[in-house]
């Protein structure tokens, strides 16, 4: 039972266009949402966050969207730079069975063409 | 600036043999885990420590071992290696397991087992 998904594999983007990456989750308990970046041969590094209180979070060219009735977070990137093409992980986190738990999405391989 | 190191890099294992994949922070971090990433597959929490002395199951533990003597190290051990768990090894630590607390990520120990 995949609580977090992210239904698309990969995603092509130009550069200097933007890129939307999109998750769902189905566990309303999740009150903590973050995205994490990684690179081939590296471990995830930890990109943008957003607490369930608040519905949009930006820090540079990365902005985080929140829809909690919807249950669906996107992680937008503009502009789009040759250097952003990673895989990109969507996380939930929540109480569940009494203690805090951090659920990974699949991941979407982005690709940034010059 | 080496916040958390896991070796070895790679490592080939015959089925049935035993080994332990090092993990050291130095970020003076309470939390630490161990997750597993197969190919197109979100990371999957093994185990996790909340400090020294203490560990705990995550969501797939069978077939591994940890111990947590120091802050600083948490080495995860495979008894008797098999097939199924060929796949890329991840330790992380972080200051608190609350909502929203950064995860950092060791580079990964690409592990085959034949």
């Known amino acids: 039972d995949q609580q977090v998904k992210q239904n698309s594999p990969s995603l092509s983007v130009q550069e200097g266009r933007i890129s939307i990456l999109n998750c769902d989750y189905t566990?309303?308990?999740?009150?903590?949402f973050l995205w994490y970046k990684k690179y081939p041969a590296e471990g995830p590094t930890f990109l943008i966050s957003?607490?369930?209180?608040?519905d949009k979070n930006e820090d540079g060219r990365f902005t985080v969207f929140l829809n909690k009735s919807a249950k669906h977070l996107s992680l937008h990137i503009v502009p789009s730079q040759p250097g952003d093409s990673a895989v990109y992980f969507c996380a939930a986190s929540g109480l569940q069975g009494g203690s805090e738990k951090l659920v990974f999405g699949k991941g979407t391989k982005l690709t940034v063409n010059p | 600036n080496a916040g958390v190191t896991q070796t070895p890099k790679f490592r080939i294992l015959k089925i049935g043999q035993s080994m332990t994949l090092q993990c050291t922070q130095d970020m003076n971090h309470n939390y630490m885990y161990w997750y597993r990433q197969d190919p197109g597959m979100g990371l999957k929490l093994i185990y996790y420590s909340v400090g020294a002395g203490i560990t705990d199951k995550g969501e797939v533990p069978n077939g591994y071992n940890v111990s947590r003597s120091t802050t600083e190290d948490f080495p995860l051990r495979l008894e008797l290696a098999a097939p199924s768990q060929t796949s890329v090894y991840f330790c992380?630590?972080?200051?608190?397991?609350?909502?929203?607390?950064?995860?950092?990520f060791g580079e990964g120990s690409w592990l085959t087992v034949v």
């Open positions: 957003i607490s369930s209180i608040k």
């Open positions: 992380a630590s972080s200051y608190s397991r609350s909502a929203g607390n950064t995860i950092y």
């Open positions: 566990n309303s308990m999740f009150d903590y």
